[in-house]
């Protein structure tokens, strides 16, 4: 499949397409704490992962790490493993934007208080038991499903 994708993002055909967007490189985590739970925040009414832009010049596991830091306020935080990367587009200030988010598998501590980040839109950032993240996932963006799922299956 890596191969299959690899091919699908070269060419004359990706370049035309791709040429309707602005990309954005983007980074975030699936974090579970001492107890097993899923960290999940809400921005704009729906329940998300935290992820953000990669900055220039900027690693691209440092800014999973950094956007996870700053739009849930935890500063322990180790990545395990990667996860897969997705792909949506939206649109923002009249212009279609087409992301790419590199996911990674990291551990956290519910020890640390929890603080969204406001300036981000996000509403709440919360913890969540195993049993609770299948009715999340089918709640939140549909291209995230396979982050959700890779989760339930590695945590399994």
């Known amino acids: 499949m890596e191969g299959q994708a690899r091919i699908m993002h070269e060419g004359a055909e990706w370049e035309a397409f791709r040429a309707d967007y602005k990309f954005v490189l983007a980074a975030g985590g699936a974090v579970t704490d001492e107890r097993g739970r899923l960290l999940v925040i809400k921005r704009w ?9 990669v900055d220039e010049g900027e690693e691209i596991e ?9 739009e849930c306020g935890l500063r322990t935080l180790r990545i395990t493993e990667p996860m897969p990367s997705t792909w949506h587009t939206y649109a923002r200030k009249g212009r279609a934007h087409l992301k790419c988010t590199h996911w990674f598998f990291m551990r956290g501590s519910s020890a640390e208080p929890l603080v969204p980040q406001h300036e981000e839109d996000i509403e709440e950032v919360k913890w969540v038991e195993r049993a609770e993240v299948e009715a999340i996932a089918r709640a939140s963006y549909p291209s995230l499903r396979v982050v959700f799922d890779a989760w339930l299956a590695m945590e399994a």
């Open 62 to 70: 440092a800014a999973a790490l950094r956007e996870v830091n700053e």
């Open 45 to 53: 009414g729906k329940w998300d992962l935290p992820k953000g832009k």
